[in-house]
């Protein structure tokens, strides 16, 4: 019979419902249970999309002897990471403190008050494998441990359950200053590989963020280096194998320093964010190659990952079709390539452009090939290369694909709206435009609730009260302002950080909590009842850092110094860590841009529909400036004017003048 997981709407969950580990969700009914029987309790936080967390369900949680020790000195229970990201946050700090790691599977013993005393990530089914304890032992000696060490145990639980408190607060005061801009930008040049693009070594993750603050950076310096570092970094990517170059859009981080071995799953949050990163570089270089790679995305997005008719983009694309399998969907072999291809011209010039040989990279299957760009074809291949690509396509779409998790989550459906109303405009692409306003008109419709701010999940009440859900909406509905003019977008902005100064903000110290005050945080209250003030991009935006763009952005749009007034007081509480996150605080780092670098604002007015003003409007957003806020009015006659800081343009009436005076 299934357990009780079968019930949640939750696809990990969901996952996990045939097994034999009695497991139970997230909840007071689970608490109660560990108190009642007095046993401890192993949480267990992955993913639908988590490669390492199916292995772990296959190698243990499904093995009818794991489960036996489990069922019989645990109570068992299974959290969905992108559903709780508050619990995960906080038991990924406790686990972190233990064990020095973080990630996913997170595998925590806790006391029944929901305390951590004993943690790691994945475990293997017998020890030594990866230098990790097997998990049978360790389930005897953790269950032996809390039945006759229990004084340790509680100790030990409590001291770590004070450094998860201590640590949720990210926040330091500190001077706002421009010297923090380029202090950081330094210090994220010193992570770059000037090899192979990037930051840091093996495994390497992309980080979007930190390639538009620097390309700010080159805008307002225009030096050498930090050009660079963009341009090569992004190019490295796009010639990887962490980009999918058959069906568009990039696997969420490379195993090796070159990019080229990724692990498959495809996130959403990634995707929104290099898809930003991408329109950037090619608004302010124009390199064709980041043209190509955002249409990429967009398409696969539109393909595999949004609701068309209800307006939802969906969460990932997993990885691997089952347990044991390790993206054989993705990977090719010199054979299958043949066969698909069933051209040997076409074969030879896909072989030597995408490195397909016997040997490939994959070590569960030696002969399965990662695409990647490894050279350029010849002037006079180009054309049957690209008729390669789409044929190779065609063969793996026959392939049975990999889940797609069609949940929709309030804070990415509206990253990726807000990336697609950029290339709605980058790439002059009305569906992307559509989709992203019928998303946020749901997000509006199904998730806000007035005085208790956004869900988490669309058309669903809870969980609930997450900053990143409504700052995150906040900046999607200011993106839609300048891309329409419509003044509701702002309206429902104003209306999102109106509430975020009740419920999340730190009247005593400045900055937003992550969870609202008085929010209904559920069982685990032990960790829950600490709210965190998280500032480090990790991976996604911080909210933080979020919360302070659009108070940027709204006192640039609007002029009112009550928003200068927030912004001061959220960047000063927050300014003395600036300097210290490097590249995990390149959203904060934006934000200090805008408050110490003039800003500019393009105000576009005319009569609705074609038209000079209409296209003005359209050179305003497809137009690179870092700081940048456009605001469409209505009126008699066209005409536009530019402001960086406090000098202005006299207004101007036609498209090309515009251009000439942006330029």
Excluded at 243 to 266: M, N, Q, S
Excluded at 511 to 525: I, K, L, N, P
Aim: with cysteine.
């Amino acid at each position: 019979m299934p357990n009780p997981l079968a019930s949640e709407p939750s696809a990990y969950l969901k996952s996990a419902a045939h097994q034999p580990v009695h497991w139970l969700p997230w909840g007071d009914a689970a608490f109660a249970r560990a108190r009642a029987e007095d046993k401890p309790m192993l949480l267990d936080i992955g993913a639908v999309w988590c490669h390492w967390c199916h292995v772990m369900d296959g190698e243990s949680y499904e093995d009818p002897s794991v489960a036996e020790v489990l069922n019989r000195d645990f109570v068992c229970v299974k959290v969905d990471r992108d559903e709780r990201p508050d619990v995960d946050a906080r038991y990924q700090r406790a686990v972190q403190a233990l064990s020095g790691q973080g990630g996913w599977p997170l595998t925590a013993f806790l006391t029944p008050e929901g305390e951590v005393f004993f943690g790691g990530t994945y475990f293997p089914p017998e020890g030594n494998h990866y230098g990790r304890p097997g998990f049978r032992s360790v389930l005897l000696q953790v269950g032996r441990a809390y039945r006759e060490d229990r004084e340790r145990i509680t100790t030990n639980a409590r001291a770590i359950r004070q450094h998860v408190m201590e640590s949720l607060n990210e926040a330091k005061p500190g001077a706002v200053s421009a010297a923090l801009v380029g202090l950081g930008a330094d210090q994220i040049a010193r992570m770059f590989d000037t090899r192979y693009g990037g930051f840091g070594t093996a495994p390497k993750f992309p980080h979007p963020a930190a390639c538009e603050f620097l390309l700010t950076r080159w805008h307002d310096t225009k030096l050498d280096w930090q050009r660079e570092v963009v341009e090569k970094t992004l190019s490295a990517m796009a010639r990887g194998g962490i980009r999918d170059h058959l069906g568009g859009g990039f696997h969420r981080y490379a195993t090796d320093e070159r990019w080229i071995v990724p692990h498959f799953e495809k996130m959403s949050y990634d995707n929104s964010e290099l898809l930003r990163a991408y329109l950037s570089a090619c608004q302010a270089f124009g390199t064709p190659l980041f043209r190509e790679v955002a249409t990429g995305i967009v398409d696969w997005v539109l393909e595999v990952l949004s609701d068309k008719d209800r307006g939802a983009f969906y969460t990932s694309q997993d990885a691997d079709l089952a347990f044991g399998d390790d993206g054989d969907y993705w990977t090719w072999t010199l054979d299958e390539l043949r066969e698909a291809l069933n051209d040997e011209a076409a074969f030879n010039v896909m072989r030597r452009a995408f490195d397909v040989e016997e040997q490939g990279e994959m070590h569960h299957n030696p002969k399965k090939n990662v695409l990647w760009w490894k050279q350029d074809p010849a002037d006079d291949e180009r054309s049957l290369l690209g008729d390669a690509v789409r044929k190779l396509k065609a063969a793996r779409d026959k392939r049975q694909g990999p889940f797609v998790d069609r949940a929709a989550y309030v804070n990415w459906n509206a990253m990726m709206a807000g990336a697609f109303l950029q290339a709605g405009a980058v790439l002059d692409r009305e569906d992307c435009n559509a989709l992203a306003l019928k998303v946020l008109e749901r997000i509006w419709d199904g998730a806000w609730v007035v005085g208790r701010g956004m869900s988490h999940v669309l058309d669903r009440a809870e969980p609930r009260g997450m900053l990143d859900d409504n700052v995150q909406a906040a900046a999607a509905f200011l993106d839609a302002y300048e891309a329409t003019g419509t003044a509701v977008w702002l309206e429902r902005a104003t209306d999102i950080m109106t509430y975020c100064a009740g419920a999340h903000w730190d009247d005593a110290a400045g900055g937003y909590f992550d969870v609202a005050q008085g929010g209904e945080r559920g069982a685990g209250t032990a960790y829950l009842a600490t709210r965190g003030k998280p500032v480090q991009d990790a991976p996604t935006p911080s909210p933080n850092g979020v919360a302070s763009l659009v108070l940027a952005r709204l006192w640039a749009i609007t002029d009112k110094p009550e928003w200068r007034t927030q912004l001061d007081g959220q960047l000063g509480a927050f300014a003395g860590s600036a300097g210290e996150l490097s590249l995990h605080g390149a959203t904060l780092l934006r934000a200090v841009d805008w408050a110490v670098h003039p800003v500019t604002r393009i105000e576009v007015a005319g009569p609705a529909g074609e038209g000079p003003a209409c296209a003005m409007h359209l050179i305003a957003l497809q137009t690179y400036r870092p700081r940048k806020v456009v605001v469409r009015r209505i009126a008699a006659a066209p005409a536009a004017t530019v402001c960086v800081g406090t000098t202005c343009s006299l207004p101007v009436d036609a498209p090309a003048r515009l251009t000439e005076l942006l330029a």
